[in-house]
C-alpha cells in the first residue's frame, strides 16, 4: 500500500488552525542552506534541486537502484527553517526585511534513504540533471522534540498573527519559545494557490 504522508502522518503534517503542543521524531532530510528574499528569481532553484533529489529517489526502482526496504509512497512536502542574519537581528525593529533572511529548504526522505544510496541519488541527478545548487546540498538526520505547531492559512506576509496565538498558547502551559527560528511547511503551491488561500503549517521549539 502506497504510503500517504497526507493520511498516515497527519498529526505532524496537517495540524489544526490553533495550537498544539507536538513532540516531532528524527527524520531524514535533503537539505540545502540559502540567503535572500524569497521572492528573487534565483529561490526557485533551491527548491528545484531538491525536488530533483527526491523525485530520484522515489524512481530509483525504475534506474534498478531499488534500496533495501523501499516502499511506494507520496513525495514529501517542501519545508523551511527560517531565521534573519546577525545584523539584522542587531538592529532589528518591528519589521523585517525579506532582503535579511536565512533559510534551510529541505524535503524529508523515507526511512529507508540511507547516506550511502542518498549520495548515490545525488551523483545520478548530478549527471541527469546537472545544476550548480546541487554541490550545497546536504543529506542530514534533523530532530525538532518538542514544538509548537499550527496550521497558518492565508499570506506568509500575515504570519506574524499565527506567531503571536503560538507564543501566547506557549506562555498558557509553562513553555517558552526557544528562538526566534521557526520552520514552515508548506502545504500549498503559491504558483496555483491565492495568498488568502495558502496552508503552512508553522512550528517552533520549546521548552519548559
Known sequence: MKHEWRKHEKSIYIPKSKPEIIDIPKS?????????????????????????????????YKNGLEPEGYFDYTVYPLEGIWDITEEAKRNFTDTISKDDLIFKLMIRQPDFVSNEFAEIITKLTVRKKPHKLLEKVKFEELYDGKCIQMLHIGSYDTEPDSFKIMEEFALENGLKRLSKTHREIYLSDPRKVIPEKLKTVLRFSVAP
Not at 524569497?38 to 522515489?58: H, T
Request: aromatic content about 18%; proline content about 3%; overall charge neutral.
Open 28 to 60: 531524514k532530510y535533503f537539505t540545502i542552506k540559502g540567503a535572500g528574499n524569497p521572492n528573487d528569481d534565483g529561490f526557485s532553484d533551491y527548491i528545484g534541486v531538491l525536488y530533483s533529489l527526491s523525485y530520484a529517489v522515489k524512481m530509483s
